[in-house]
């Protein structure tokens, strides 16, 4: 029997050239251009494949292709669309869609696509796993979870506007991603994206950090601004920071996106929070939930950031079902960064191909050793020697205060060693050290340079 496609476009005249296409290839063609009628026919039983437009009229697609997916979790779906927006990049991958073609397409390109859709044996099966998990990688956000779904389709009706996004999270849920995803596919692209930490920030410090010369607002002039740690603002930059943006003035061209660890809502209602302040920065507020609380996502992200490792240049392992399931088990109180940098240590550091439970139980073992009994001697002592070092400094300065800077200083008294260390460990690998680490291979290589460690190859 002939393939059966529910083609849906609401431009008929690319229907009708797309009909004949596919009809010349031998395929049975039913059309239409709206999502209803399509999403009817697949509750109905038909097609063995969907070839669909994103938006037709008011409706989008995406909204429909859930229900598709448990009416017919095995048909295969491909989005056609001509604006690559964050909403399509994310809804084609949370909305559990099996290709996406950009609009305007080469004919033999998309013929290509419906020929791969079709022809789904087990072979193509697990061909689709391994590239899925490449195909991964490079989407802003992964993970397909109901809670994350949520997520997409705020930011896909965020993402072509103005509108100032709270972004809320525990540490390492993707804020910051968020953020960013936003303003990659949002208008404001080829601006510039900017992030500032208030954590703590003093009134003046907001000035001056802020609205300054040289100051945030003015370096993402155009684009977008990334505030973090709002819920950490003392109360007097608080007031500031609500006055400083009342005043049209002094608020340039620029996006405002915000981020804080705890419920602004909550802390306001506790009086810790400005009311007013609260409501200039709640214009659309979005919970990145935390990793525990979507658990279906922990395999799906555990595989792409093994691509991501390996695209790093570290060794290429993948996960068998039994490391997946120990992932599963663990709460990440890290969230998304606590997985990514165990499976970068994992990639770089195990030395089976196949990463198994037993590696996975190391790495955890590993990540939570510090509590310890053995070893709280040592993390006390060490605590110890910095309260000393720093009481030493403290009274040096006698009725002054240190120099300027100490913040700086005293972490680069920490970061040297560190890294010393970690490069010996190593033999000098800076991919191994960065994995190990958990930090990224290009901030490794500005601390080396900044902190002047020799790195035994002459330089
Ligand atoms: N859904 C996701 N898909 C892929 N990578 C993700 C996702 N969420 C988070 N990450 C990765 O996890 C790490 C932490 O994310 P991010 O920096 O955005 O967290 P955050 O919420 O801003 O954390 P913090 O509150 O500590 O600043 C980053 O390396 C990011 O790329
Ligand atoms: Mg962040």
Redo the contacts with the bound molecule.
């Keep these: 029997m002939n393939a059966r496609i529910l083609l849906a476009d609401d431009d008929s005249s690319l229907r009708f050239v797309l009909s004949q296409a596919l009809g010349k290839e031998g395929y049975a063609v039913r059309a239409t251009g709206n999502v209803a009628t399509l999403s009817k026919w697949v509750r109905d039983g038909e097609g063995d494949l969907v070839l669909s437009d994103v938006y037709m009229g008011e409706d989008c697609v995406f909204d429909a292709l859930p229900g598709m997916r448990a009416a017919r979790p095995n048909l295969p779906v491909i989005v056609m669309s001509a604006q690559s927006t964050v909403a399509t990049a994310l809804s084609a991958a949370g909305a559990g869609a099996y290709d996406y073609v950009p609009k305007p397409f080469d004919l033999d390109e998309l013929m290509a696509a419906v020929k791969r859709a079709l022809s789904g044996g087990p072979d193509a099966k697990t061909r689709a796993q391994a590239s899925k998990a490449e195909k991964e990688e490079r989407?802003?956000?992964?993970?397909r979870s109901a809670a994350?779904q949520d997520v997409y389709r705020v930011m896909a009706r965020v993402s072509g506007t103005d509108l100032t996004v709270l972004?809320e999270?525990?540490?390492?849920?993707?804020?910051?991603?968020?953020?960013?995803a936003l303003h990659d596919h949002g208008r404001r692209a080829a601006a510039p994206f900017i992030t500032l930490s208030l954590a703590g920030a003093s009134a003046a410090q907001l000035d001056r950090d802020l609205f300054g010369a040289e100051g945030a607002f003015a370096q993402a002039n155009g684009g977008t601004l990334f505030l973090?740690?709002v819920d950490e603002l003392t109360s007097e930059a608080q007031t500031r920071l609500s006055g400083l943006l009342h005043s049209e003035t002094a608020r340039p061209n620029v996006r405002l996106i915000v981020?804080a660890?705890r419920n602004l809502a909550t802390l306001m209602r506790q009086g810790a929070f400005r009311q007013d302040l609260f409501y200039q920065l709640n214009v659309v507020p979005m919970r990145?939930p935390p990793l525990r609380e979507r658990r279906d996502?922990i395999g799906d992200?555990a595989r792409?950031?093994l691509v991501r490792a390996k695209r790093e240049g570290l060794p290429d392992k993948t996960l068998d079902a039994s490391a997946i399931e120990r992932l599963k088990g663990y709460d990440f109180p890290g969230?998304?960064?606590e997985?990514?940098n165990l499976l970068r240590r994992a990639a770089a550091l195990s030395p089976a191909a196949v990463i198994s439970a037993r590696e996975i139980e190391h790495e955890l073992m590993v990540a939570t050793a510090p509590a310890a009994a053995a070893e709280g001697e040592t993390a006390a002592s060490f605590e110890q020697a910095v309260h000393e070092r720093l009481t030493h400094e403290f009274s040096l300065a006698g009725s002054t205060l240190p120099a300027p800077g100490l913040y700086d200083r005293l972490l680069a008294e920490v970061e040297r060693p560190l890294i010393v260390e970690t490069l010996q460990a190593t033999r000098g690998n800076q991919i191994r050290a960065a994995a190990v680490l958990g930090i990224n291979r290009n901030t490794l290589r500005k601390k080396i340079q900044a902190l002047g460690i020799r790195t035994g190859r002459g330089d």
């Design positions: 989407l802003p956000l992964i993970g994350m972004i999270g525990e540490s390492g849920t993707g804020k910051e991603r968020v953020a960013r973090e740690d981020a660890h990145l996502d992200l792409a950031f969230n998304v960064r997985l990514e």
